[in-house]
């Protein structure tokens, strides 16, 4: 069965500092990886995809994850936070049909001026 | 607006009543998917659509759940005999192709049930 665990619930950083999250997932063949962005009331966003290829995927809003196997992981990364990206945070992954997404418990990301 | 509507967006019911929750997708969009998003956790799937029919019901909990999708673009979840665990936000989805593979599932708003 596939999973996902998001080892972070809560992170608090300053503007403009770094920000990574980190996502590690369990899944018997090539994963389907996905970040997606949840603000108060608004709905899931897609930030940016893997599917194959080069491991460095770019997405929208300046952040960029890194599929990595040997370690099942797919963390999100963003050189510098603006306050707006205060928002809960999900990765999600999928088999290859891929219509079916499975949740990481997701990250609260709290950003201070 | 394009994206995808749901209605209501907060409904509160007594136990064990029955609700129907509404998702219009974006035009267009043969793939329809409803999430359930439980306090403090992550989307958990229940059901999947393409077209008219339901490819991947697996996630469903129970058969109090039911949804469907008559003309292959409304889809409506049914839960009957509700309970107070079945509080949550019920999410929908829709992606204009088989495969999410191909492109992104959008979201939408979501119902918040609350079961008293």
């Known amino acids: 069965a596939q999973s996902v665990t998001q080892p972070d619930i809560h992170i608090t950083v300053s503007e403009g500092a770094s920000l990574e999250l980190r996502c590690n997932y369990s899944y018997g063949a090539t994963p389907y990886l996905f970040w997606y962005v949840q603000s108060p009331g608004q709905g899931l966003q897609l930030l940016l995809k893997?599917?194959?290829?080069?491991?460095l995927v770019q997405g929208i809003k300046g952040f960029e994850a890194e599929f990595k196997r040997s370690q099942s992981s797919f963390n999100l990364r963003k050189p510098s936070v603006h306050w707006s990206d205060a928002a809960e945070y999900f990765c999600?992954?999928?088999?290859?049909?891929?219509?079916?997404?499975?949740f990481g418990g997701g990250t609260r990301v709290l950003v201070k001026p | 607006g394009a994206g995808v509507s749901q209605t209501p967006s907060n409904k509160v019911t007594e136990k064990g009543k029955y609700v129907e929750l509404r998702c219009d997708p974006i035009s267009g969009h043969t793939a329809l998917y409803w999430y359930r998003q439980s306090l403090g956790q992550g989307p958990e799937f229940l059901i999947y659509?393409?077209?008219?029919?339901?490819?991947?019901d697996s996630g469903l909990p129970n058969d109090r759940f039911f949804a469907v999708r008559p003309e292959g673009s409304v889809s409506t979840l049914k839960i009957q005999r509700t309970e107070r665990g079945d509080s949550a936000v019920y999410l929908c989805?829709?992606?204009?192709?088989?495969?999410?593979?191909?492109?992104?599932?959008?979201f939408g708003q979501g119902t918040r049930l609350t079961v008293v």
């Open positions: 989805a829709s992606s204009p192709y088989r495969t999410i593979k191909n492109t992104e599932a959008f």
């Open positions: 893997y599917f194959s290829g080069d491991t």
């Open positions: 999600a992954v999928g088999g290859a049909a891929g219509n079916k997404l499975t």
């Open positions: 659509f393409q077209g008219t029919g339901a490819a991947d």
